[in-house]
Each structure stands twice: as structure tokens, then as C-alpha cells.
């Protein structure tokens, strides 16, 4: 995405990304970008979440105006509660209850 960022930014179009991955964006280094600690797949928090979701793409938008320099990484203040369960391998039911007791 950072990549796809950099071309906008050669139209004219400022752009902002919000990352997941601290350590790829560090090395494609986009134009504005946002850190999100949160798990891959999850940029703008939990499904359903409204609350998070509004308060990361406002963050966003103010830094699309905010930034002073290309090429900054912000770390966005935020925890993702430690509720968060990953299902790692088989996706059977019986395999995701497993997953659930450990």
C-alpha cells in the first residue's frame, strides 16, 4: 500500500496509511503513515466497533493536513484489549473449540 501511496502523492493527492506492520512500513516508508498495534487484519480495530474505527480515521484525516514531513511513521497511542484470540491452523469447529481452551 505504501508503494500505491507514494504514486498518489505523485499526482498531488496527499495520502495517509494505516499499518499494522511497523516494521514494513518502516522500510517502504509512505508519504504519512499511522501505526496501529493491533493484529494484522484488524487496521481500524474490531468488527463492529464503531467508536475505534471513528477515532482511528479521524486520526488519520489530521494527519493528512498535520504532517510537516514525507516519510513519518506515528505510533497511534491505542491497546487492543488482550481478549483477541487467534485461530492458527484446522478451522473445523472442533479444532477452533481446541484453539478456545488454550
Known amino acids: 500500500m505504501g508503494l500505491v501511496a507514494r504514486v498518489v502523492e505523485e499526482a498531488g493527492i496527499p495520502t495517509v496509511t494505516v499499518s499494522t506492520g511497523r516494521d ?5 516508508r509512505p508519504p504519512r503513515s499511522l501505526f496501529v ?7 481500524f480495530g474490531r468488527a463492529g466497533d464503531s467508536a475505534m474505527q471513528t477515532k482511528i480515521l479521524r486520526a ?19 491497546r487492543w ?16 473449540a481446541r484453539q478456545l481452551k488454550k
Open 24 to 28: 514494513i512500513t518502516a522500510l517502504v
Open 37 to 43: 498495534n493491533f493484529p494484522m487484519g484488524n487496521t
Open 60 to 78: 488519520a484525516l489530521d494527519f493528512a493536513v498535520t504532517a510537516e514531513e514525507p516519510g513519518v511513521l506515528v505510533d497511534l497511542p491505542l
Open 81 to 96: 484489549d488482550d481478549n483477541f484470540v487467534y485461530f492458527a491452523g484446522e478451522t473445523t469447529p472442533e479444532a477452533l
